[in-house]
């Protein structure tokens, strides 16, 4: 089945430690979106990428980055992750021209 | 003020009740979403919504764009609809991007 996956589901670092997250998917969409989603909040757009084309939030720390060198992945690293970085967060891809998304099952990150 | 508003935040229901969730919005839109998320965190799409009424099984959705407004009905309800709902809308300019509401958490007990 076409689908969005990420891994780790769950991961630990340690503060200061930096992380990478995954995203795969098969769907062959060319946008991909990158999401925080902290406890009982809604989905908070980090960046998204429209084919090769980077498009930041203003309001995305600088301590996040993220890569996507083919259609089928994007990462999402975090350089120094601190206690306040510790969310679900969620991939999603959507293909021009059709505005439904399909989300993966997120990671939680936990920093200790 | 979020440009995505909900209500309730929190919703409990008895087994068979029939449940109604509203969504407002302030902004002009392409579309409206209603997504569904469970506890572990994933989040799959209910519905897409650009007018009228759309029906999946036991569920509804609604919108007048006259009035900027969203329902989602739930008829029969049944323990595993307990999820938080989520609003979200694309603004036409802003490609794909969706704007959230905070979401409503439902519980239903048997």
């Known amino acids: 089945d076409a689908m969005v996956i990420q891994n780790p589901r769950y991961q630990v670092t340690q503060f200061g430690k930096p992380v990478t997250l995954s995203c795969s998917q098969t769907l062959n969409h060319n946008v991909m979106y990158w999401y925080q989603q902290k406890s009982s909040q809604a989905p908070k757009l980090l960046f998204h990428?429209?084919?090769?084309?980077?498009?930041n939030e203003a309001d995305t720390p600088d301590n996040f980055q993220s890569r996507r060198p083919n259609t089928s992945f994007c990462f999402l690293d975090i350089r120094s992750p601190g206690l306040g970085d510790a969310a679900m967060y969620l991939c999603?891809?959507?293909?021009?021209?059709?505005?439904?998304?399909?989300f993966g099952p997120g990671t939680r990150l936990l920093v200790l | 003020k979020n440009e995505v508003e909900q209500s309730p935040q929190n919703l409990t229901a008895q087994e068979g009740e029939f449940i109604t969730i509203n969504c407002s919005y302030s902004v002009g839109i392409s579309a409206l979403h209603w997504l569904q998320q469970h506890p572990g965190g994933g989040i799959v799409s209910l519905f897409m919504l650009s007018s009228g009424k759309k029906k999946h099984g036991r569920l509804i959705a609604t919108i007048n764009i006259q009035e900027k407004h969203s329902s989602l009905h739930i008829t029969a309800s049944h323990p595993r609809d307990s999820a938080v709902y989520i609003c979200?809308?694309?603004?036409?300019?802003?490609?794909?991007?969706?704007?959230f509401g905070r979401g409503t958490q439902l519980t239903v007990w048997p």
């Open positions: 979200a809308v694309n603004r036409g300019s802003t490609l794909g991007r969706l704007y």
């Open positions: 999603a891809t959507s293909q021009t021209g059709r505005e439904t998304q399909y």
């Open positions: 990428y429209y084919d090769k084309d980077f498009n």
